[in-house]
């Protein structure tokens, strides 16, 4: 992992240049996402054994249930009383925030209610795999789901710490996401390699948010 002091200024860097949300953007439309199953037809152990990084994806758009249920598992609440979520967060401050982009276009989760925001009606997965290298299986995946941290949200109480915290913590979300997918008889595969200030001004996001993963997400190919 890069030295704190280095990743204390890559956070500032990125807090500095980023563009204001909703530059350009589509009026939202909320989708109310399907209640996420709590059981399924596969063990965690199967999951784990079976996972693999598929970079190859048949065009089949997947559902809302589908979706929600990927949402869920990276950051969907799971204790309603408390406001706890599925991934683990130093201090529970959450600093996670998850978008899909899609044929349908950019989309943001909001784990509070389970829902989507559709922030973009234009489909991004073309722009995105140039700003991610020019990787084959952004463009040809139907789904891509981007993790971005506010940082400034666990700094507020451990300081320095912050950054090592985070990346940890979107660590726990996606790998939650590479098994929730192995258990909906998907594929996909963790994404660290994009330039970020234009995956940031491709996405919209204020200029708090980093972008930590893209993960491509769909039905291997047969």
């Excluded at 981007?146 to 915290?165: C, N």
Aim: positive net charge; contains cysteine.
């Amino acid at each position: 992992m890069l030295e704190l002091a280095r990743l204390v200024r890559w956070i500032a860097a990125g807090a500095m240049a980023g563009s204001l949300a909703g530059s350009g953007a589509d009026k939202p439309t909320t989708i109310n996402l399907p209640k996420p199953r709590l059981t399924g037809e596969m063990s965690l152990e199967q999951a784990i054994s079976q996972r693999r990084s598929v970079r190859e994806f048949a065009k089949n758009p997947l559902t809302h249930e589908q979706l929600g249920q990927l949402c869920w598992a990276a950051q969907g609440i799971t204790d309603v009383r408390q406001g706890f979520r599925a991934a683990p967060s130093a201090g529970a401050l959450y600093p996670l925030e998850i978008y899909l982009v899609t044929p349908d276009g950019l989309f943001h989760y909001r784990p509070a209610g389970h829902k989507l925001d559709r922030l973009d009606a234009k489909d991004l997965r073309t722009p995105l795999y140039r700003a991610a290298l020019e990787q084959a299986w952004i463009a040809g995946a139907p789904a891509t789901m981007v993790i971005t941290a506010v940082v400034q949200r666990t700094a507020a109480k451990y300081g320095d710490r912050a950054p090592r915290y985070c990346l940890l913590e979107a660590g726990h979300a996606a790998q939650n996401v590479l098994l929730q997918a192995v258990a909906l008889g998907l594929g996909a595969v963790p994404v660290g390699a994009f330039e970020d200030q234009r995956v940031r001004e491709l996405l919209h996001l204020p200029s708090d948010q980093n972008v930590f993963y893209l993960i491509p997400i769909g039905r291997p190919a047969q």
